[in-house]
């Protein structure tokens, strides 16, 4: 099929993740496009690698499931179509309206053009190179690469299994255990192309940065912040050289699980706040995504329970919570611990290790590797001087959560950070991955994992706090004689 093939690949998922999305978000706010763009395109992606896995599973050839795919993605475009033409006030035009100068538009004009032309290098950095990134071609896109060459499913098992095969059908590798999902992306950009090409696999890459650009910028403009500050936070995020590597050097799994936790966590907040049932099942689909992308997104996954119950809680009952969560886990520790079987695996939890279905075992122990973070998060080029400015943000975060009433939203977005900092802070500090902060491995990919949604974080508590947001929503405004209250709370009666 050709390069042409690859663009329809790319196209098509992206065209009808964002028209089913367009079909529930109606309204014309600003933000509301690049919302649906960014989340579109990895719902879109998702819902491809789904379909793949059921092929798999049925044992269908590639020349089989390329032209069911694609078939089938141009009748959900067509459905979509219909749908949206059968309501009457949805459109899909982008409602131009006349540009009115400010002095705003000046730097917001050259934060777009400095991102587009950093975005326009990163591309051709990512097509001019070929693959050779560690994980890429040891993991990703080498089982993308092998169902390719080969034109059909080939499973990967261990080497122990591999050894005893006697059809000698099946392969392996180190990470043979890791979710085939960032795999399924890139074969399907070959499968579009027609044959194994490293430059057509690592098409969805680009698609994947513009959905974490794009998601950024819509929840923030939906948020309320303006047109500038969501292009100053999102210059500070995107121009990170860490961020930016994972983008020309295409192929690592990071970048697709740092976009589903900032979308799921964007969403999140969206959904707290304003009640509004579209975020909250984009925040239930990007929290699900996380645990098919890569083990870690498994743990991810479960860092939003404590969000939610933040957000839940009321002022009074959430300390309370917390001592009873810490005395628990207290009573464990002391004990020796816990153990059981889960449907999933045993399940440990105890002052020597930690062993959780699905991810593996953590031999606990302590291991002083301040110095090591130091270096790989403040002194290494990797971050600017993000870090730095992280943590302001985060004394100011909770001195914020320390206040006797804040809004629910502010409480679980300071949830997750925490437990999203507390959750790096055991694996490099009291298991064996404190190797890789030692050798500078793994750590800042780790920490990218998290920093577009701290970004984020970051923008709701400045725009909140200096745009005169309202913390409630932009629809559930109250009036300022009625007294704000929190779930749980006792409200004294009017005396009239």
């Not at 080029?381 to 943590?391: A, E, M, R, S, V």
């Amino acid at each position: 099929m050709g390069w042409w093939g690859v663009v329809l690949a790319n196209g098509l998922p992206w065209l009808a993740g964002a028209l089913w999305l367009r079909i529930l978000w109606t309204e014309s706010r600003p933000g509301v496009w690049p919302a649906i763009l960014g989340y579109g395109y990895l719902l879109g992606f998702l819902a491809v690698a789904v379909v793949l896995r059921a092929t798999a599973a049925l044992g269908l050839p590639f020349d089989v499931v390329v032209p069911i795919l694609m078939v089938g993605l141009a009748i959900a475009i067509g459905i979509g179509l219909r749908r949206l033409a059968s309501v009457g006030k949805v459109s899909l035009s982008f409602s131009w309206k006349p540009i009115r100068l400010s002095w705003g538009a000046i730097p917001a004009g050259i934060l777009l053009i400095w991102m587009l032309v950093r975005f326009l290098d990163l591309v051709l950095e990512l097509w001019w190179l070929p693959l050779f990134p560690w994980d890429a071609w040891t993991t990703w896109l080498l089982r993308a690469c092998v169902w390719a060459e080969l034109g059909q499913w080939v499973p990967f098992i261990s080497a122990s299994q591999w050894l005893a095969d006697p059809s000698a059908q099946a392969q392996t590798i180190a990470a043979w255990n890791y979710p085939t999902t960032v795999s399924l992306f890139g074969l399907w950009g070959t499968l579009g192309f027609g044959g194994w090409s490293e430059a057509a696999a690592k098409m969805p890459w680009i698609g994947c940065a513009l959905a974490l650009a794009l998601g950024f910028y819509g929840q923030a403009r939906l948020w309320g912040a303006s047109g500038l500050t969501a292009l100053v936070f999102l210059w500070l995020l995107v121009t990170l050289p860490l961020l930016d590597s994972h983008l020309a050097l295409a192929g690592y799994a990071d970048i697709w699980l740092a976009t589903s936790v900032l979308l799921a966590f964007a969403a999140l907040l969206h959904w707290i706040r304003e009640g509004d049932w579209r975020q909250g099942s984009l925040a239930i689909l990007c929290v699900l995504s996380c645990s098919v992308i890569k083990l870690e997104g498994i743990v991810w996954m479960l860092l939003f329970i404590p969000a939610v119950l933040g957000a839940r809680l009321s002022g009074r009952w959430f300390p309370t919570i917390l001592a009873a969560a810490g005395l628990a886990v207290g009573v464990v520790w002391m004990s020796g611990g816990l153990e059981l079987n889960s449907p999933w695996g045993p399940v440990e939890l105890g002052p020597q290790a930690i062993q959780l279905p699905l991810i593996g075992r953590f031999e606990l122990a302590y291991h002083d590797n301040w110095a090591a973070l130091w270096r790989n998060l403040f002194l290494y080029d990797n971050w600017h001087l993000y870090f730095y400015g992280l943590i302001p943000m985060l004394a100011w975060g909770l001195w914020r959560f320390l206040r006797s009433h804040i809004a629910p939203w502010e409480r679980a977005g300071f949830m997750f950070v925490s437990s999203a900092l507390f959750a790096l802070y055991i694996l490099f500090f009291w298991t064996g991955a404190y190797r890789w902060a030692e050798d500078a491995t793994s750590v800042a990919r780790l920490f990218m994992h998290f920093v577009p949604s701290f970004t984020f974080w970051a923008l709701v508590l400045w725009s909140t706090a200096h745009a005169r947001i309202d913390p409630e929503g932009p629809d559930r405004k109250e009036d300022a004689s009625t007294p704000r209250t929190e779930p749980g709370d006792r409200v004294r009666p009017s005396p009239n």
